[in-house]
């Protein structure tokens, strides 16, 4: 274990970790990131070497401190209703309870979202014994806004299955737009009080360009591919994305948690490894991006390791691109 985790060093190096959730919750630092196995398995498009069975809790007390595997958070065998894949997750406080928000497949092979909670942040949580009613695709990320009202954040392209929800239900064979045509965005929900269910069903979010034109599924330099992520900075909302197949950390902002979402520009760019997935956390008044890439394995797409960096932004809010290797 990395007992002094510097930015651009894997945090952990024990166990292969991805898709970092980082939050500050009671002073400390949390990460929850997806758990990648030690296994040799082909890669392909639907992610089937993505085999995740658990998820293990990172904590912090501070930047400069030592880095905790908390262990054993939640395991597959413990969600009554999942069959596999328990892939990027994200955590979020209220009613004084911790909620850790999940994807993964249910018996019939369709990814669900689930929801488990704990009186911990660092766990272990105990799984609800269905998925969110309503609830599809993958990458859930919360926002719990000043006013109290959470939202939940999720969708991605390929083996997320979005594409296979854009009836409103599930279509095995759906495939997604044309290359003209809109990007699929992702979609949004607010969460009821007890955020163990939508209070509403959820809506598809629109990405537009300045002039407030859709980002075309074409555009695979800016449209949405997976891992939403939103944050508030100077009364904005950030909602950041990776672009998948450009392997980009992207962004665009809006005065609505719901959108619609005008396109700013890059966060990152490419890092060793196909997916590139990532969270925003202020710290001690800084601002930080958590993100992974295949360093710690010389480049096996299954097997990644979760760093950090400081996130800048400039005077007129725009965030300033990061180059992870420079």
């Not at 990172?58 to 328990?86: R, V």
């Not at 994305?241 to 990152?268: M, R």
Request: charged fraction near 25%; aromatic fraction near 12%.
């Amino acid at each position: 274990m990395n007992k002094n985790a510097m930015p651009k060093e894997p945090l952990v190096t024990h166990i292969y970790t991805a898709d970092p959730s980082a939050h500050v919750f009671d002073g400390k630092i949390y990460i929850y990131p997806s758990h990648d196995l030690d296994k040799d398995i082909e890669s392909n498009d639907n992610g089937d070497q993505y085999m995740m069975e658990d998820y293990h809790i990172l904590s912090m007390d501070s930047l400069n401190s030592p880095c905790i595997d908390n262990g054993e958070a939640l395991h597959l065998k413990d969600i009554p209703w999942a069959s596999k894949q328990l892939w990027a997750p994200d955590a979020a406080y209220k009613n004084n309870t911790y909620y850790l928000f999940f994807p993964a497949r249910d018996k019939d092979d369709i990814f669900r979202l689930g929801v488990a909670t704990s009186p911990s942040p660092a766990g272990p949580f105990t799984a609800q014994e269905e998925p969110i009613p309503g609830s599809f695709s993958i990458d859930p990320a919360v926002l719990v806004d000043d006013d109290d009202r959470a939202y939940v954040y999720f969708g991605g392209l390929w083996g997320g299955q979005l594409e296979k929800w854009r009836t409103g239900t599930y279509m095995p064979e759906a495939e997604g737009p044309a290359v003209s045509e809109p990007a699929l965005g992702p979609r949004v929900a607010e969460l009821s009080g007890d955020m163990l269910t939508f209070k509403e069903a959820p809506q598809e979010i629109s990405i537009i360009d300045e002039a407030g034109n859709p980002i075309l599924a074409g555009d695979e330099d800016r449209r949405y591919f997976e891992g939403p992520w939103v944050h508030k900075y100077n009364g904005y909302y950030y909602l950041s994305y990776s672009t998948g197949t450009t392997h980009c950390i992207v962004y665009a902002i809006s005065k609505d948690p719901k959108g619609p979402f005008t396109y700013q520009g890059k966060i990152l760019t490419p890092v060793l490894g196909w997916t590139t997935h990532h969270s925003i956390v202020e710290i001690e008044d800084k601002w930080y991006l958590f993100y992974h890439d295949c360093s710690l394995s010389k480049g096996i797409d299954n097997k990644r390791c979760v760093k950090y960096t400081e996130l800048k932004y400039n005077e007129d809010g725009t965030i300033q691109t990061i180059e992870p290797y420079k």
